[in-house]
């Protein structure tokens, strides 16, 4: 029972570590500058994430930070 517990906690904390990397790999694709930031621009071509542009927008300065793309997505899809 022990080594099963161990097991799922092991596959848990892998989980957590791919999801994290999951948002990173995501965000790193849809900034096109590189400049780690995503903007309305860099974004036009996926109208599906265009349309909670705003809501992630948490600071209102017009960009998107890994933070807000992260805590956008763990919010409201995980």
Known sequence: ????????????????SASALDVKQRFDHLDSNKDGFLTHAELEPQPQLLRNYSTWDKDQDNRISLLEFKQFLTDNLY
């Open 1 to 16: 029972m022990k080594n099963i517990m161990v097991f799922y906690s092991l596959l848990i904390g892998a989980s957590f």
